[in-house]
């Protein structure tokens, strides 16, 4: 079955390796962002195939320079070069995918080496104003990317907050699609709820003609999101940043997504893999999805049909 992933997180190099390791290992006691070392760490370090109990000893009986050693020479190791990238998109049948790079220039960068397999998204600060809207403006028009990925976890402000609305307002004159984060977040810095479903409602009802996907299945709150996905037309669910086989494991509250994504939702969720979060193979987050317990016809247009309507490529 041919696959679009609208999350496809692209190998990082050894300094993010490292970077996203030292989190884990030094920082996990402090406030905001750092608590994603706690959630994600055995995941990280199993990306650099250090077992749980390497990581205590090392923590235990070397020193932070020591570590560092350590850590850059399994990340050299482990690093993947883009090519190689493309390789496992091949063997896990992915057709092409959304990607960023850090920002849109080097966004940009990576899709021109790939433009069969890769789509760019930009990821604006809205805190800037109309430097945001004038950015964007260029991303897609020069740069040639094709969606928005607006962010509350990252700046600190709900979807529905108004300086996110020259962007949605400038997304629909250019006629792109924008990725909303949508589930709660492990920042211990912001509100659990930054990223509440509840919040998109204001957004699509002020805005009914832009195309909106409302990232990572809202948990936990996913029956408000199937509820605003009834009520909006113009809404699509992505299945970012959650593994695959857990969808499907009841009590794991995605019951509702099941059931609707199965039947009256069924043409308007999408797939996004966010591989690396897991420390997983690609193939392997895609055989997790084709497995769970859906319809045939229903696997097609999460993994494949429902993305290429959205970006118009019917």
């Not at 760490?41 to 570590?67: C, H, N, W, Y």
């Not at 399994?74 to 990607?99: C, H, N, Q, S, Y």
Request: one cysteine or more; hydrophobic letters at 40%; proline letters at 6%.
């Amino acid at each position: 079955m041919k696959v679009i992933d609208l999350e496809l997180d692209l190998p990082p190099d050894a300094e993010q390796l490292v970077s996203r390791l030292k989190d884990y290992l030094f920082h996990s006691t402090e406030k905001g962002m750092a608590n994603y070392g706690n959630v994600f760490g055995v995941q990280r370090a199993r990306a650099l195939d250090f077992t749980p109990e390497e990581i205590k000893k090392m923590k235990k009986e070397m020193s932070p320079v020591q570590i560092e050693k350590v850590l850059k020479q399994r990340a050299r190791k482990a690093v993947m070069t883009l090519p190689r990238f493309v390789e496992e998109m091949d063997g896990a049948e992915i057709e092409w995918g959304a990607v960023f790079a850090g920002d849109s220039d080097k966004t940009a960068a990576v899709v021109a080496r790939f433009p069969d397999r890769f789509i760019g998204t930009a990821n604006i600060n809205p805190l800037e104003g109309m430097k945001a809207v004038r950015e964007l403006e260029r991303a897609v028009k020069e740069l040639g990317i094709k969606c928005f990925y607006a962010s509350p976890f990252r700046y600190g402000i709900r979807a529905n907050d108004r300086r996110f609305y020259p962007l949605y307002a400038k997304a629909v004159e250019l006629n792109i699609p924008v990725f909303i984060y949508t589930t709660m977040t492990y920042r211990t810095d912001l509100p659990m709820d930054i990223g509440r479903p509840l919040y998109v409602d204001d957004v699509a009802m002020d805005f009914p003609e832009m195309r909106i996907v409302a990232g990572l299945g809202g948990w936990p709150w996913v029956p408000e999101l199937i509820g605003l996905a009834r009520r909006h037309q113009n809404l699509y669910i992505s299945t970012a940043g959650h593994r695959p086989k857990y969808l499907g494991t009841p009590g794991s509250g995605w019951e509702m997504l099941m059931q609707f994504g199965n039947t009256l939702l069924q043409d308007r969720v999408v797939f996004a893999s966010s591989w690396f979060t897991f420390a997983m193979p690609i193939k392997q987050v895609v055989e997790e999805m084709l497995a769970l317990p859906l319809k045939d016809s229903v696997k097609e247009k999460w993994m494949y049909k429902n993305a290429r309507r959205l970006f118009g490529r019917e």
